[in-house]
């Protein structure tokens, strides 16, 4: 059984600045690439950051020099987000690609987490 556990979000102002946290939660895996997408109400869902196993880093033009994404440990991967704007409003998903038991990799989504940036 494989769970991706976010944490984190919430509600902030403009110019605030939020964390979210994704845990691995599995055995026997080793994690291919983590990242983030968000989706707002009507619009697509799109990439926010992501991150690969060599350390590797990929974000959206509209966060960065904003949004840092970085491996806490062996299966956590944060989301550290400054200088938020209402345009960053939306429901954030955890996304993995895992090999599991020595095959995959595998497409795995966490169940989203709100972050709403309003004065």
């Known amino acids: 059984q494989v769970q991706l556990v976010e944490s984190g979000g919430g509600l902030t102002q403009p110019g605030g600045s939020l964390r979210l946290s994704c845990k691995v939660s599995?055995?026997?895996?080793?994690?291919?690439?983590m990242g983030w997408y968000r989706q707002a109400v009507g619009k697509q869902r799109e990439l926010v950051a992501r991150i690969t196993d060599s350390g590797q880093t990929d974000y959206a033009d509209s966060v960065k020099g904003r949004f840092t994404i970085a491996r806490h440990n062996e299966n956590t991967v944060d989301l550290q987000m400054n200088s938020l704007k209402p345009e960053d409003t939306a429901v954030y998903y955890c996304h993995a690609n895992l090999i599991v038991g020595g095959h995959g990799p595998w497409d795995y989504w966490g169940q989203g987490t709100q972050v709403t940036v309003s004065s």
């Open positions: 599995a055995i026997r895996f080793s994690i291919d690439d």
